[in-house]
């Protein structure tokens, strides 16, 4: 059974730095690309970035280029998304997803970013 746990959301001041991380577990993480989305509110989800099995192939939305980053620990099964100088524009459900089969998500963990 594939689970994909976010964690590390909450509320932080424009300008700030917050790290989410993505545990997974139910598949062989290490074989697979995995991505971050995001959700705002009345907005539809939108990729943040994506990352390839091995680490060696990232891509960001233009939007987050420069200001996150995307990493994954293959021996801890986990994917991280390293997020500074935030925005209020950047409050939202963030989530990960597994590029596995049909493709799988976690439940997503809530940023809020306001002072």
């Known amino acids: 059974q594939v689970q994909l746990v976010e964690s590390g959301g909450g509320l932080v001041q424009p300008g700030g730095s917050l790290r989410l991380s993505c545990a997974a577990s139910?598949?062989?993480?290490?074989?697979?690309?995995m991505s971050w989305h995001r959700q705002a509110p009345g907005k539809e989800r939108e990729l943040v970035a994506i990352?390839?099995?091995?680490?060696?192939?990232?891509t960001y939305a233009e939007s987050m280029k420069g200001r996150f980053t995307i990493s994954r620990d293959n021996d801890k099964n986990t994917v991280y998304l390293q997020m500074n100088s935030l925005k209020p524009e950047d409050t939202a459900v963030y989530y990960c997803?597994?590029?596995?089969?049909?493709?799988?998500w976690g439940k997503g963990t809530l940023v809020t970013v306001s002072s």
């Open positions: 990352i390839s099995s091995g680490g060696g192939t990232i």
């Open positions: 139910g598949f062989t993480f290490k074989s697979y690309a």
């Open positions: 997803k597994a590029h596995y089969g049909s493709g799988y």
